[in-house]
């Protein structure tokens, strides 16, 4: 297996644009998460799904932000419209049953000029 | 409400010599507890995790303490080497919630 797969890697985009951030879990993996990682306050769980299923999003900042997995093998993370405080480093996570062992992407570096 | 904490942002260590990371917790229901390893422009990867049925586990190098009264728990590596030299997070899970508590994470450097 490939293991958690994110796309783009890069994204450099301006204020007020709509992004889109992609996630493939790994085949087989009932859950899913989706974290933040900033410099002030370090790495943040957004939302996770389960089965496909969002379970707690109360991460999410505001409504700016929403998540989808409309099937078990894609999640996207959707930031619209985009502000520069969204800056940070965004990983998807999957992990097998329970939701300690968790197998991490390579990240999407987002930049709002 | 920090939950999970890592009091050290870095540490720095010989080569050669024990590293050893700490971690505390405040929630007396987490009973599982995890320790990964980030590299930069990587994501984080499971490196080794305890049950709070025991008090240590082992695994090459690397082994956790747990002390449950205290609320503590350790990561020692050794010997330490020059690709240990990255941030280590502590996380932490409780039976009934399918979540990871994480700590800030403290970047530790081996020196040559």
């Known amino acids: 297996d490939a293991g958690v797969i994110q796309s783009p890697r890069h994204e450099v985009t301006e204020m007020g644009q709509e992004v889109t951030l992609r996630c493939k879990p790994i085949?087989?993996?009932?859950?899913l998460f989706w974290y933040r990682q900033t410099m002030m306050r370090g790495l943040e769980l957004l939302i996770y799904f389960n089965n496909n299923v969002p379970i707690d999003d109360s991460g999410m900042p505001e409504d700016r932000f929403s998540a989808k997995m409309p099937n078990a093998s894609f999640s996207t993370l959707k930031i619209q419209p985009s502000e520069p405080r969204d800056s940070a480093v965004y990983f998807c996570?999957?992990?097998?049953?329970?939701?300690?062992?968790?197998?991490f992407g390579p990240g999407t570096r987002l930049t709002v000029l | 409400d920090q939950q999970v904490k890592q009091n050290s942002p870095s540490l720095s260590v010989q080569e050669g010599r024990i590293s050893i990371l700490n971690c505390d917790y405040t929630?007396?229901?987490?009973?599982?507890f995890l320790w990964y390893k980030k590299y930069p422009a990587e994501g984080p990867t499971f490196l080794i995790s305890?049950?709070?049925i025991k008090d240590k586990n082992e695994d090459g190098r690397f082994t956790v303490f747990l002390n449950k009264s205290a609320k503590h728990l350790s990561l020692h590596i050794v010997p330490s080497q020059p690709g240990d030299s990255a941030v280590y997070f502590c996380?932490?899970?409780?039976?009934?919630?399918?979540?990871?508590?994480w700590g800030a994470g403290t970047k530790l450097i081996i020196k040559p």
């Open positions: 305890i049950s709070s």
């Open positions: 929630n007396s229901m987490f009973d599982y």
């Open positions: 996570a999957t992990s097998l049953v329970r939701a300690d062992t968790q197998y």
């Open positions: 085949s087989g993996h009932d859950y």
């Open positions: 996380a932490a899970s409780a039976d009934s919630n399918y979540q990871l508590i």
